[in-house]
């Protein structure tokens, strides 16, 4: 069955970088593309970018430019998001979803802490 | 940038009543809209693909309509499992979601 597992919870520092991952199983994962979304706590999702795992192509959110790098390991089947000068506003839960072009997987989601 | 507005962004309702959620998208996004559902602490999961069409497993209470810009998502006798907000989403251009519509026990 498909699965996508993320990696575990982080707290960083303001000015910090985090990297997340996210395992893809059960399906051929240079087929779909894998989408990053975060989530606030208690409010709304907001799409961070995609990345193409076949040849690596991305396609970035204008508000998270310069700041995110999504890349991938196809021999891990694995995706990772980057996200550099972090704040507190960048405290979230961050999901990665194969793109179907709707999302009809997702990971159970890595909350990310900024904090000093 | 094409923004999704959700009405409304609460919604108080007894088990067994009909609900009608509302997404309106700020330019065309064609039937390339899907809706959601979130529970506390849980990812979303895909209710609804290309406007109206159920994702697998989904039960047939729930039914999707609309093109263009209007979209309803509709619950047509709500269970206790279906409290939970729900979002929608299009991906006819960069993707962006709406702001969400709680369901709340009334």
């Known amino acids: 069955q498909v699965r996508l597992v993320q990696s575990g919870a982080e707290v960083k520092k303001p000015g910090a970088s985090v990297k997340v991952s996210c395992q893809a199983s059960?399906?051929?994962?240079?087929?779909?593309?894998i989408h990053w979304i975060r989530q606030v706590p208690g409010q709304g999702l907001e799409w961070m970018g995609w990345?193409?795992?076949?040849?690596?192509?991305?396609q970035y959110a204008q508000k998270f430019q310069g700041r995110v790098t999504l890349t991938r390991d196809t021999s891990l089947t694995t995706a990772f998001m980057e996200l550099s000068g972090l704040t507190s506003d960048d405290t979230a839960v961050y999901f990665c979803?194969?793109?179907?072009?709707?999302?009809?997987?997702w990971g159970q989601g890595t909350l990310v802490t900024v904090s000093s | 940038e094409i923004v999704l507005t959700q009405s409304p962004a609460t919604l108080s309702v007894s088990p067994g009543e009909r609900v009608t959620l509302s997404c309106r998208a700020s330019?065309?996004?064609?039937?390339?809209l899907a809706w959601y559902q979130q529970k506390s602490g849980q990812p979303p999961r895909l209710l609804m693909s290309?406007?109206?069409t159920r994702a697998t497993g989904i039960p047939a209470r729930f039914s999707g309509s609309g093109s263009g810009t209007e979209f309803t998502l509709t619950i047509s006798s709500l269970q206790s499992e279906d409290f939970a907000v729900y979002f929608c989403?299009?991906?006819?251009?960069?993707?962006?979601f709406g702001g969400g519509t709680k369901v709340e026990v009334k």
């Open positions: 979803a194969r793109d179907s072009p709707e999302y009809d997987f």
């Open positions: 059960g399906y051929r994962f240079t087929i779909n593309y």
């Open positions: 990345i193409n795992p076949n040849n690596g192509d991305t």
């Open positions: 330019q065309t996004v064609g039937d390339s």
């Open positions: 290309t406007a109206s």
């Open positions: 989403q299009q991906y006819h251009h960069l993707p962006s």
